[in-house]
């Protein structure tokens, strides 16, 4: 009978016991549910994450490609309650010996994610993310392969086309000019997309193209500007990050001591707007936006939830409005200005145009004009 009894006993209590687990975990579940986008649920690391950058040349206040990415980190931080020195950080590069002293570092502090802005990191970035296979790296408008590196990369050839005839439709004097910063595989894909779109409006238009050999160089970006205006070039696209400041500062020293003169400067990477005013006057047509924010925003959220993708290339476009054409300036972007490039987008986004994205393939287009 006690025997029975102790049976009788113990079974309720195994049964009481496997209800309160499936409570147990119907509350987990629950919460885990509560959990915020992008947020890892397992084992607490949602926390602990955290995500750095190492700038290029030029700074995290070039008004322009550092500057969008570190706009973008820190819309990533605000999504998760972090700030700096409280889950992200910036390292700057004054000089290229800084790369991989600054990559270093930020692993040894211990981020979880570190993103090199530029295609000048990827030597160190292959470098770092080989020594260090447990840390997620991210390298921005460049391909490393490597396991543990996601490759940001863009469609600039398409957003700098639709500049081009943006630039083709303004020009009074049908000259413009391109303004590149190092002569490279990147910055040719701005100036063949530019060049496409220009003579795909007006085949006869003259376009002076000229590098600077830095990213950084505001003087040089000035004393270019300078000629190419003296030579009658009234519009000038820069693709040239902080050497492209000089490139604005002579549009604009021009429109001060000739308000009646129309000169004008397209931006790259962010809306540079504001860096064309000059008094009532605004020296900016447009600026072909590049979303480096989003994408850096956006990858750091995969990393945070779990799904980062090693090894894979992200390209990122017009379908995405990761590019896009700054219609800021309503004066000068007039309504036909604008209805063209939207139609001209039309035409790329259905494979009517493929934009050329290298100088051999600029010259097949232009000459099949």
């Known amino acids: ?163 081009g005839v943006a630039a083709a439709m303004k020009t009074k004097t049908n000259k413009v000019g391109f303004v590149g910063g190092v002569d490279s595989p990147l910055i040719n894909k701005f100036e063949s997309g530019f060049i496409a779109g220009v003579k795909s409006i007006n085949p006869d238009i003259d376009i002076d193209v000229q590098y600077a050999e830095s990213f950084g160089a505001a003087d040089k970006g000035k004393l270019i500007a300078t000629n190419m205006y003296n030579n009658g070039i009234d519009v000038i696209y820069h693709s040239s990050g902080g050497t492209g400041n000089g490139v604005f500062a002579q549009a604009k020293d021009i429109k001060q001591n000739d308000p009646d003169k129309e000169i004008w400067v397209i931006g790259v990477d962010r809306d540079q707007h504001e860096e064309g005013q000059i008094g009532d006057n605004n020296v900016t047509l447009t600026s072909m936006v590049k979303r480096v924010d989003i994408a850096v925003q956006d990858l750091a959220n995969k990393s945070m939830s779990g799904d980062f993708p090693g090894g894979e290339i992200l390209e990122y476009g017009l379908e995405d409005d990761a590019i896009s054409v700054a219609t800021t300036n309503e004066e000068a972007m007039t309504d036909e200005i604008v209805e063209a490039v939207n139609e001209w987008k039309e035409k790329i986004a259905n494979g009517e145009i493929d934009v050329p994205k290298t100088r051999e393939e600029t010259k097949e287009f232009v000459d099949a004009l």
Not at 60 to 84: C, I, P, R, T, Y
Not at 109 to 126: H, P, S, V
């Open 1 to 163: 009978m006690k025997s029975r009894r102790f049976i009788l006993l113990f079974a309720l209590i195994l049964t009481i016991g496997m209800v309160l687990a499936a409570c147990g975990s119907s509350d987990s579940g629950d919460k885990n549910n509560d959990k915020k986008s992008g947020e890892k649920v397992d084992n607490g690391e949602a926390a602990d994450f955290s995500a750095a950058m190492v700038t290029d040349i030029g700074g995290v206040d070039d008004k322009s490609f550092n500057q969008s990415a570190w706009e973008g980190l820190q819309a990533w931080a605000d999504e998760h309650g972090l700030a700096k020195g409280k889950g992200i950080d910036y390292a700057q590069s004054n000089d290229q010996s800084d790369y991989m002293p600054n990559l270093t570092r930020l692993v040894k502090q211990d981020y979880k994610l570190i993103f090199g802005i530029g295609f000048n990191l990827k030597e160190g970035i292959t470098k770092v993310a080989k020594q260090y296979p447990d840390t997620h790296f991210s390298i921005v408008d460049d391909v490393v392969e490597q396991p543990n590196v996601a490759s940001v990369t863009f469609k600039e050839h398409e957003g700098s086309f639709l500049v």
